[in-house]
Nanobody
């Protein structure tokens, strides 16, 4: 089993920054995709950014403002969020899955990000 623990959410004013972290532990295999998703009430969970074995991907709405990165020596990855907007308010979830449709797929517990004055 794999456990994901997130940290770093909170309240920030528009234009501010936050950094989310996620650390995975347990029986982790290879060919992983490290991701961040977000969800607001009444809407589907959406991909914010991920790192696959081949590339890094971003949602159009966060390009140029958010940066996903990972610590190559550990199973920890980050989401640096700059120039935050009220529309970024959501619960953010980290995700670890194998780059294989039959592989595992694990989620963090979620951390709330609120962008407001």
């Amino acid at each position: 089993q794999v456990q994901l623990v997130e940290s770093g959410g909170g309240l920030v004013q528009p234009g501010g920054s936050l950094r989310l972290s996620c650390t995975a532990s347990g029986s982790i295999g290879s060919f992983n995709v490290f991701g961040w998703y977000r969800q607001v009430p009444g809407k589907q969970r959406e991909l914010v950014a991920n790192i696959t074995p081949q590339r890094t991907n971003y949602a159009d709405s966060v390009k140029g403002r958010f940066t996903i990165s990972r610590d190559g020596a550990t199973y920890t990855w980050f989401l640096q969020m700059n120039a935050l907007e009220p529309e970024d308010t959501a619960v953010y979830y980290c995700n670890l899955r194998q780059h294989d449709p039959f592989g595992y797929n694990f989620w963090g517990q979620g951390t709330r990000v609120t962008v407001s004055t």
